[in-house]
């Protein structure tokens, strides 16, 4: 009897993997892990092993697709034998439900009947409507109406990202863009797949659900300056010398956090829930687009710490050893442009975050003393956006306030 190739759950928030590429074919003899396929999600990419030495019997579905959890994309047997059809997943839900399975996809070769060409899952029995919890309250809090939604969770159950789309004015994610004429000379077109995709999907939704409020200050840095010098000679032992401008920072905001509940904060739609633990988001420039891992309970860790745990985080996503839990649950997030030359920015939320901070460089800039004598002091730049729905104006820029405020004084902040 064939042995299905089940996708694997990848954390509790993933309800749909894209299929990268496929690095065997039908036919192709398979020991027990060896790698079938590169699937990726929006936040990491990881391998499919074969679960069984054989045959790779069938392929159900080919690259680009996007598939639900716990569904079987391919078969392993004894080769010449018989496929009649998927072994369907049958295993209990994030939301405690069993997922009822997708129909029976006919004999193929490639790819199964049970997914259209484009990737797209098959809708639910007609006259019923799937709806995960998450979309059915974010759809209720929008006033979006779930009628004509196609649904791309698993057995065309309407997920979260579907009900944004359609916030977006797209309720077709799988269509493929009508093509336009190429200008003359050469072109290079890459298609929109995988973390690309829903990184452009969300930062859509993030500007057509909320209410985006930035402001932009500057904080003294010479602190920083001197710390960070200080640090690079100072003895390797101490573990001090790879500490980051950005690290000092990222320290910074979490104790400015707890003098600020409104800020570490996720705003629901219906409710405001405001966190006791500091869970601090990050952005990582990574070649497969921008991912935000979380440092926990930043609060608690001194500054070498936190050193250490972004360096372990940002080489994860750059090396895609990322997991989907490093990259959930984070209350507020911090992005830097400051060693691209960057002064100020748009940062751009991370629903259901309430705020985050865009870091800039350090310039000088001239600054006027109590006397009345103006000096150039080098500043950084600080940029704040808020959620203006969960956050008043006053209340966000008395954080960045104090954030300016705690990276002025850094030493005091580090005796305290």
Same mark, same amino acid.
């Given at each position: 009897m064939a042995i299905p190739v089940i996708l694997p759950k990848q954390g509790q928030s993933v309800e749909t993997c894209a299929i990268v590429g496929w690095k065997k074919h039908v036919g192709d003899a398979v020991k027990s892990g060896d790698i079938l396929c590169e699937v990726e999600t929006d936040k990491a990419s990881f391998e499919i092993e074969s679960p069984a030495d054989g045959a790779l019997l069938a392929i159900y579905f080919e690259a680009g697709s996007q598939v639900p959890v716990l569904t079987t994309i391919a078969a392993i047997g004894k080769p010449?034998? #018989? +496929?009649? =059809?998927?072994?369907?997943?049958?295993?209990? *839900? !994030?939301?405690?439900?069993?997922? &009822?399975?997708?129909?029976a996809a006919a004999p193929a070769p490639t790819v199964s009947a049970a997914m259209t060409a484009t990737g797209s899952a098959v809708q639910p029995p007609r006259g019923k409507i799937a709806v995960s919890p998450r979309a059915r309250a974010l759809a209720s809090a929008s006033a979006v109406s779930l009628a004509g939604i196609r649904g791309t969770g698993p057995g065309g159950r309407i997920i979260e990202r579907d009900v944004k789309l359609a916030m977006a004015g797209s309720r077709t994610p799988s269509a493929a863009p009508t093509a336009t004429?190429?200008?003359?000379? /050469?072109? %290079?077109?890459? #298609?929109v797949t995988g973390i %690309? #995709?829903?990184?452009?999907? %969300?930062?859509? $939704? *993030?500007?057509?659900?909320? $209410? =985006?409020?930035?402001? *932009? &200050? *500057?904080?003294d840095a010479r602190s920083l300056q001197e710390f960070r010098a200080r640090f690079k000679e100072s003895p390797e032992t101490l573990g001090l010398r790879d500490v980051t401008i950005n690290d000092m920072v990222l320290f910074a905001v979490s104790r400015a956090l707890l003098q600020h509940a409104d800020m570490n904060a996720h705003f629901t739609g219906d409710a405001i829930r405001q966190f006791a633990d500091v869970h601090l988001g990050f952005a990582v420039d990574t070649p497969r687009g921008l991912m935000v891992p979380v440092v926990r309970a930043a609060h608690t860790l001194g500054l070498r710490a936190i050193a250490r745990e972004t360096e372990r985080l940002a080489?994860?996503? !750059?090396e895609g050893r990322i997991t989907p839990d490093?990259?959930? /649950?984070?209350?507020?997030? +911090?992005?830097?442009?400051?060693?691209?030359? +960057?002064?100020?920015?748009?940062? +751009?939320l991370n629903p259901p975050q309430v705020g985050i901070l865009g870091v800039g460089a350090i310039v000088a800039r001239a600054v006027q003393g109590a006397d009345g004598s103006v000096s150039f002091i080098p500043q950084i730049g600080l940029s704040l956006t808020i959620n203006h729905q969960a956050v008043d104006g006053a209340p966000g820029a008395r954080f960045l306030q104090t954030v300016a405020g705690l990276i002025a004084r850094f030493d005091l902040l580090l005796a305290q």
């Open positions: 010449g034998e #018989k +496929v009649d =059809q998927p072994a369907l997943p049958t295993a209990p *839900s !994030r939301h405690g439900a069993i997922d &009822s399975p997708p129909p004429p190429a200008p003359a000379g /050469g072109v %290079r077109e890459m #298609k %690309r #995709k829903l990184i452009a999907e %969300r930062m859509l $939704a *993030s500007l057509t659900t909320t $209410a =985006q409020l930035t402001m *932009s &200050s *500057s904080a080489a994860a996503c !750059r490093e990259l959930g /649950g984070g209350t507020f997030t +911090v992005t830097n442009l400051g060693g691209l030359g +960057v002064e100020t920015f748009t940062p +751009v």
